[in-house]
C-alpha cells in the first residue's frame, strides 16, 4: 500500500519560517499532482496549495507570496516553505497525492498531517 508521511511542523512565531515536507512510498508508478491542505480548528479543510505535474503551481490567495510549493516526481515528495507565518496559519496540515499504482489510475492518497502552530 501507499503511504504518506508528513513532517516539518511545530511551533513558530509569527514572521517565522518553517519547511513542511511529505514523502511517499510504496508501489508507486507515477504522481499525477500533489497538494497541500490545512485543517484549522472549526474551518473545512481547505486546499493552500498545488502543483501539477509538468504543469503550474497553484495557491490559496492568503498565502501568494509568502508560501511556495516544490514537488519532485522522482523523489516522491512536495515540500512547502512557509514565510511570514501568521497565527491565522495555525492548523494541521495534510499532503494529498494523486498516485497512479499497479492497478490503479489517479486515486488520491492523504498523510496523516502535521501540526503547525504560529504563536508569539
Known amino acids: 500500500q501507499v503511504q504518506i508521511v508528513e513532517s516539518g511542523g511545530g511551533l513558530v512565531q509569527p514572521g517565522g519560517s518553517l519547511e513542511l515536507s511529505c514523502v511517499a512510498s510504496?508501489?508507486?508508478?507515477?504522481?499525477?499532482?500533489m497538494a497541500w491542505y490545512r485543517q484549522a480548528p472549526g474551518k473545512e479543510r481547505e486546499m493552500i496549495a498545488a502543483?501539477?505535474?509538468?504543469?503550474?503551481?497553484h495557491y490559496l490567495e492568503s498565502v501568494k507570496g509568502r508560501f511556495t510549493i516544490s514537488g519532485d516526481n522522482a523523489k516522491r515528495t512536495v515540500n512547502l516553505q512557509m514565510n511570514n507565518l501568521k497565527p491565522e496559519d495555525t492548523g494541521v496540515y495534510l499532503c494529498?497525492?494523486?498516485?497512479?499504482?499497479?492497478?490503479?489510475?489517479?486515486?488520491?492518497?492523504w498523510g496523516k498531517g502535521t501540526r503547525v502552530t504560529v504563536s508569539s
Open positions: 494529498k497525492m494523486a498516485i497512479a499504482t499497479i492497478g490503479v489510475v489517479g486515486s488520491d492518497y
Open positions: 502543483t501539477v505535474i509538468g504543469g503550474n503551481s
Open positions: 510504496g508501489m508507486i508508478s507515477n504522481i499525477y499532482m
